[in-house]
């Protein structure tokens, strides 16, 4: 189909969706949530971790990298470093060897020798359990604290915005933001508080498989009567 044409479509769809009301788009969301739980029943974090020590340093190594590669050097990390106060008294130069290939690694690394030492001094050698806490460590910042208070302590406190949730939502018209930090607060105000965690591994998984940049696959999308940007 012509771009004109494909155009044409996806402005009908979202024809569909003007005046929708804060209560449907509500409904909407649900009903998004449960179309995606079907096709996607094993979606959660694909970062490796054993602990919420292991998953702050991947989701600190994350920035800026692929899952992939971050689990690709976390084994060795975590065996040389296995608790907050081994970090904390590792030589800078071994951790930026062993991570350098996530990237940035000297930042990273920076990152992961602070985070560590005000663990051990702030918390006794554990990870916070809290927004407040978390944010106040070295190379934390609000979508770190997310990601670890949601998949390691269970606790929905955020919505974590990274590309596909950033690029879905808009496509699914329930934000028209640009930020992450506003974006986040639409999906708060209309994502059931249960499923704030998991929310960006259902739109991570289904932007992998079918919502794709730059071109999303419509034809297959369980989602298409339920999105405005559909189209075929
Ligand atoms: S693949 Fe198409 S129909 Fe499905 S959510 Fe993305 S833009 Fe909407």
């Known amino acids: 189909m012509s771009e004109t044409g494909r155009k044409t479509r996806r402005t009908e769809a979202g024809r569909r969706f003007v005046g929708e009301r804060k209560r449907e788009r509500r409904e909407r969301v649900e009903e998004i949530i449960r179309r995606l739980w079907d096709e996607y029943p094993d979606a959660t974090t694909s970062l490796h971790h054993e602990s919420p020590y292991e998953l702050l340093v991947a989701t600190i190594l994350s920035a800026q990298c692929t899952d992939e590669r971050v689990n690709m050097v976390t084994p060795e990390l975590f065996e ?73 302590f269970g606790r929905d406190e955020g919505v974590v915005v990274d590309t596909h949730v950033k690029r879905i939502s808009g496509r699914l018209g329930l934000t028209k933001e640009t930020t992450p930090e506003k974006i986040e607060q639409d999906l708060m105000e209309l994502v059931p508080k249960a499923s704030w965690t998991d929310l960006p591994h259902l739109f991570i998984f289904h932007g992998r498989a079918v919502c794709r940049a730059p071109t999303p696959v419509c034809g297959e999308c369980v989602l298409a009567d339920l999105c405005p940007s559909a189209g075929f």
Do not use: C, W
Not at 102 to 115: D, H
Not at 132 to 149: I, M, Q
């Open 80 to 152: 040389r470093y296995p608790t907050p106060e081994d970090l904390a008294g590792g030589r800078r130069e071994d951790v930026e060897e062993i991570i350098r290939s996530t990237g940035f690694f000297r930042q990273k690394t920076k990152s992961l020798l602070g985070m560590a030492a005000a663990v051990v001094d702030r918390h006794g050698g554990e990870v916070p359990g809290t927004m407040k806490e978390l944010v106040e460590l070295p190379g934390v910042g609000r979508k770190t604290a997310n990601v670890v208070l949601g998949n390691a």
